[in-house]
Structure formats: C-alpha cells, structure tokens
C-alpha cells in the first residue's frame, strides 16, 4: 500500500503510520484513547446483577458480622479465667446459645455457656473452648448443672471468636466501582442485606456480516457461496461479554448498502462491528465508508491473523460531527481472523466501555513441541493446545493449521500462542507465552 495510515488520536493531533508497522500494544492503547466509558446507570436486584458493571462503590450499611460469635461449638466463656488457673479450668455450664437464639442471660463468674457455630458470643465472654477439647459431665441429677473441665493453657483469650465487623465494617467500601460483579460479590451484597444494585446499562453493540458470498445456515448454499459463520460468531462472543447484541444480518458489497446499514448502526448502537470487506480488493468497501462517515484511526495492524482492521468513528448523520457517534472496528472477514481482532482489540475496548476496570489477560510461559516459522515487526497469535505435563510444566502443541480460515483449529484449541513484535523463528523447546480460552473466551 503507498497510502500513509494515519490516524488521529482523541487531542486531534495526526501521525502517519505505515499500515504493517502500527503495533498491536500501539493500536491497543489508541483504541482505549478513543474509548468513552458509559455514564449511564440503572438498579437491578441482586440476581440479575451477575456479570454487570458495577457502577459506583458499594458501602456496607452494617458491620459483617453483625456481632461477635463463635468460630467453633463449644463452649463460651471469660477468657480472663485463663489466667487464674495454671491447670485445668473447670466451668459450670449457665445455658445454650444458637445461631438465632443468643443466651440473653449473665454468665456469672466460674461459668460457661453451650454455644453452637455463628451464635453471638454472650455478654461478658470472649473465647471459645472447642467441644473436641473438654471433658463434658453429664448434668447433676440433683441440681441439674453440668460441668466441663479443660487445659487451660490449651487457649488463649478471645480464640474462637469472629469479632463484629472483622468481614466488613460499617462504612466501608465493600466494592469498588467498574468492578464486573461475580457470584461472591452478589453473595457479598446480600450478606449486607442489599436488595438491588446501581449496575452501567448495557453496552449496545451492533453488529454484522459483509460478502454477496454469503448465505445464512437454513438456506440453500448457492454455487462460489459460503455460510456466514462470522456473525454467529460475533453474537456469541458479544453475549459472553455481557453486552446488548444486535444484529443487523448481512449486507451485499454495495456502497449505499453499506452506508445505510453503517449509518443505521450508529443511530441504535454504542459500537459497531462489521466483517469482511476491510482489506483492498475491489469488493471491499468498509474502510471507504467508514472514511465518508467518520474518523479513521488505522486500518491496518502488525498482526496475524488479523491484519485488515478498520478502527474508527462513524455517525449517523453521514459525516464526521452529524447525528449520533459510534466506535467502528471493520474486522476482517476470514473467521480466525475475526475472533483473534474480537478478543485482542475490541473485546478490551468493549470492556473499558462498559465502564469496567480492565483486568490483564494472564499469560502462562510454555515449552513450545514444536518449531514456529514467525516474522519480526508483527504479534502472532497461533492456535495452541497447551497442558501440564507429568512434572506439573505448562507446554504446548500449536494446531496443525494457522490457516486464518480454518474456524475448527479454534475449537480444536484451548489457548492462543502469542508471539511477540520482536520474536522471530523459535525452536522446538523454547519457552512461549500461552493465553488460555478459559476467561477470556
Ligand atoms: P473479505 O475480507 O471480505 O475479503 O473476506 C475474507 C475471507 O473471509 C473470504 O474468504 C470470505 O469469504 C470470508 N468471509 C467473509 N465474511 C465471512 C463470514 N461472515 N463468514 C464466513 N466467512 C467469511
Ligand atoms: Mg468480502
């Protein structure tokens, strides 16, 4: 290509880049420049709040636990005794105390109460002796008290109590916001007898498939036609992420096709999506409407699969400036190559949008099995399947094709290889980094 790639960054300032050199880690960082995280927000009750983004800080209205009580079952007592006997401690036993029933009694001195596991510690006693480390004896008949006898210097005072307050305090930040809200932290609200939760509203994201080569599954399959798979793809992706998908379906390789779909997008969504038709063939007309419509920030990355990306701006108004504004990545058509720009570039970005605080993908070092032809100047992403071997070492088999096209590689696989910019061609046994499916997929 002699066309400079440019882009320009969020200030407006404009910098030339040649198309194949424009780094992964450089078009990361200018697409979260570009990223303005939702301002809206709604309640939702606790059990549809999985997953959601947490849109400002929880405090906690109580202290967790509500009182002090006992770690064990056992028996609660003065842990000031402890000290006065060098021996063994032998305590009449005052009463019972159960999760939901404390012992509203005193306790007086010389005397313990039965507590079971959660009960609030009775007034007037700090420490729990185990029931697995007393003599118990039977009740007296006569009186009907009962006594238990242990080594005092068995204990400490105050062992086996949860002090009020000692999970969370009143006050205090249980949750930060942008948090994306897990089972413990859905747990974690009820616990602070929450009912709802202020959650970002969905992210809308618009999404759909390019090529007059297309047919959807169910249709007859024409002749030089292929199925859309890339938009199942794309709406599966996009539901794992917790977004509002919406599905535009497939558009011909037309121009006014294409802007009227583009146009409509951004009208109904916060991103759109797009595949195919991002590269220079005679077909391919993304990167030129979205030119028309908008801001281009680049069209090209240093990597593969994956090279062709279209990242920009578009608006519904049919320039730069009119109607509504919304994020466009262009991605390429061939299905691996798809998913890989999918989770690299726009599912981070997806994720800062949402209003959430992005978290790193973990990378695992990996002894690769095998050779790997990779060229300097650009970051690959191969298809792996990686394991522990029999000494608890992570390594590496990459799958037979890196072909971009061959979609069952993806499924066949369990993590993607990353190969640096710099890297070049690596031996059987060299160390790679391993990106597992598992939280990212
Ligand atoms: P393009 O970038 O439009 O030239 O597409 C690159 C390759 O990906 C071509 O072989 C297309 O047929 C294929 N392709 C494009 N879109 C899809 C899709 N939605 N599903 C499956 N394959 C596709
Ligand atoms: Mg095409």
Redesign the pocket.
Known sequence: MTTPNTFSASAGSLTQFDPQALPVSAAQAIVLEWVTPLAQSERVPLRDALARVLATDVISPIDVPAHDNSAMDGYAFDGAALARHAGTLTLTVAGKAFAGHPFMGTVPAGACVRIMTGAPMPAGCDTVVPQEGVAAQAADSSDGTATITFPADALAPGANRRRQGEDLARGGVALRAGRVLRASDIGLMASLGLVDVEVKRRLRVAYF???D??RSPGQPLDAGC?Y????YTLGAMLRRLDVEPIDLGRVRDDPEALAATLRQAAESADVVLT?????V?EA?FTRTQLQTLGDVAFWGLAMRPGR?LAFGRIWSGGRAGVGRAALLFGL????VATMVSFYQIVRPALIAMSGATPQPVPLIPARCDAPIRKRAGRTEFQRGIAERDARGQWRVTPTGSQSS?ALSTMSEANCFIVLAHEAADLDAGDTVDVMLFDGLV
């Not at 859309?228 to 938009?231: A, G, I, K, V, W």
């Not at 390429?332 to 299905?335: D, E, L, S």
């Open positions: 498939s390019t090529g080569e297309l292929i859309d798979s890339n938009r595949s195919g038709g991002v590269s063939g391919d062709p390429p058509g061939n299905p096209g």
